[in-house]
């Protein structure tokens, strides 16, 4: 199966990524109420990295197959980073206005979470869902070839 070009990856990584991050940053400021912001950002990204990386590995960068947990950790690093973009604009926000509107909640969680993205779209495009990556992993044979001896005059007079 041959990868996507960049810009349809990016055009497939925008919606699938940007579709679950709206939903996801609807979702953070209604946990937000029952926990502590920081906590249900973490949660949140947790759900989104997971589903996004499926989304990714079949329909962004079409590899073709579901991801293991090589891909599944790489792109959890990258997603470490994201949240923390979007966890440091968030505190950065709280210190400047102490109580900010939703509203404004929302637009800096967005930006940061956007620039954020485009971050993690290089870093999934170029190391995690690369085309060599893709390449069937040839598996070691379940047990070894049995050895044949055959008997020929020569080596069976050596055995008299």
Known sequence: ????????????????????????????PLLAHSMPWAVAN??????????????HALFTFGTGSRPGL????????????????TSAAILLL??????????????????????AGIGRFLV????????DATAPVKSAPSRPAPIRFSLTPKNAATLA
Do not use: D
Not at 2 to 28: E, K
Not at 96 to 104: A, D, F, G, N
């Open 42 to 55: 973490a949660l949140i990204t947790v759900a989104s990295t997971l589903l996004c990386t499926e989304l």
């Open 124 to 131: 999934l495009r170029l190391f995690v869902f690369t085309g």
């Open 1 to 28: 199966m041959t990868s996507p070009s960049p810009l349809a990856s990016f055009a497939r990584f925008v919606v699938c990524g940007g579709g679950v991050g709206l939903a996801s940053g609807a979702t953070v």
């Open 70 to 85: 090589r891909r599944h950790l790489q792109s959890a690093g990258s997603a470490a980073v994201a949240y923390a973009v």
């Open 94 to 115: 709280h210190l400047v206005e102490p109580s900010p509107t939703l509203l404004w909640e929302q637009t800096v969680y967005l930006t940061a979470a956007a620039l």
